[in-house]
C-alpha cells in the first residue's frame, strides 16, 4: 500500500512565524503535490514536483515555497504565515503525472 | 474556465441501499477521472479511477459510470454500510496554470442511516 505522512495533524502558529510542512511518500513516486483545502472551494493546488529539485507553480502559489532535495520528501514552507493561510493542507504523491493520486492524512494549521 | 461540479451536496440513505453520487465535469478533453473518499479529519482516500476510452469499471462493491455525451460521471455504492459516511470527490484532469493536473470537484456528504 501506498503510504503519505504528514508531520504534524495540527499546527498552530503566529502571524509572521516561518511555518515547514513536512510530506514523505515510501513508494518511490516521482511526482509529489501540495493542496490547501477550504470549506465551499475544494481542494486547490499549491505547488508540485515530478522529480527531485524540480518544482513548479500550482493555481495558489502566492506566499508558499517548496523544497524537493530527495525523492521521498516534498516540503511545505510558508515563509511568512498570515490569517489566511489558515487551512487543511494536503500532501499527495504519484506515479505517474496527475493521475492515480495518494493523499496524506492532512495538517490543519491555524495562524492566529 | 474548467470545473467540476455536483449535482447535490448531500445524499441520506439507508444502510443497505445503493447509492448514487454524480458529478458533472465541463472539459470534453478530460482523459481520466477519479473518485475520492473523505472521512472527517482525514485526507481523501482513492476508491476507483476510470480513463476516457471506457464507459464503466467496477470495484469492490463500487462502480464507476462515464457518460461522455453528456460530460457526466457517477459513483455507484452497492449495499451501502454505515463506514461509508464520508465526503466523496470526483476530479478529472484538465489544463490550469500547472499545466495538467487534476481538477476537483466540490464533494457530496454522503449519510448512512442505519
Known amino acids: 500500500d501506498v503510504k503519505v505522512t504528514q508531520s504534524s495533524r495540527y499546527l498552530v502558529k503566529r502571524t509572521g512565524e516561518k511555518v515547514f510542512l513536512e510530506c514523505v511518500q515510501d513508494?518511490?513516486?516521482?511526482?509529489m503535490f501540495w493542496y490547501r483545502q477550504d470549506p465551499g472551494l475544494g481542494l486547490r493546488l499549491i505547488y508540485f514536483?515530478?522529480?527531485?529539485?524540480?518544482?513548479e507553480k500550482g493555481d495558489i502559489p502566492e506566499g508558499y515555497s517548496v523544497s524537493r532535495e530527495k525523492k521521498e520528501r516534498f516540503s511545505l514552507i510558508l515563509e511568512s504565515a498570515s490569517t489566511n493561510q489558515t487551512s487543511m493542507y494536503l500532501c499527495?504523491?504519484?506515479?505517474?503525472?496527475?493521475?492515480?493520486?495518494?493523499f496524506g492524512p492532512g495538517t490543519r494549521l491555524t495562524v492566529t | 474556465g474548467e470545473s467540476v461540479g455536483l449535482h447535490l451536496p448531500t445524499l441520506s440513505v439507508q444502510e443497505g441501499d445503493n447509492s448514487i453520487i454524480n458529478c458533472a465535469y465541463s472539459?470534453?478533453?478530460?482523459?481520466?477521472f477519479i473518485w475520492y473518499k473523505q472521512e472527517s479529519g482525514k485526507g481523501p482516500q482513492f476508491i476507483i479511477d476510470?480513463?476516457?476510452?471506457?464507459d464503466k469499471r467496477q470495484g469492490q462493491r463500487v462502480t464507476v459510470l462515464l457518460n461522455k455525451t453528456v460530460k457526466h460521471l457517477s459513483l455507484q455504492i452497492a449495499a451501502t454500510q454505515p463506514g461509508d459516511s464520508a465526503v466523496y470527490f470526483c476530479?478529472?484532469?484538465?489544463?490550469?496554470?500547472?499545466?495538467?493536473?487534476?481538477?476537483f470537484g466540490k464533494g457530496t456528504t454522503l449519510s448512512v442511516s442505519s
Open positions: 499527495a504523491s504519484s506515479l505517474r503525472g496527475p493521475y492515480e493520486q495518494y
Open positions: 513508494m518511490d513516486h516521482e511526482n
Open positions: 514536483s515530478y522529480d527531485v529539485k524540480m518544482k
Open positions: 472539459n470534453s478533453a478530460s482523459d481520466y
Open positions: 476510470i480513463r476516457s476510452n471506457m
Open positions: 476530479a478529472e484532469t484538465g489544463l490550469n496554470q500547472a499545466g495538467t493536473a487534476l481538477i
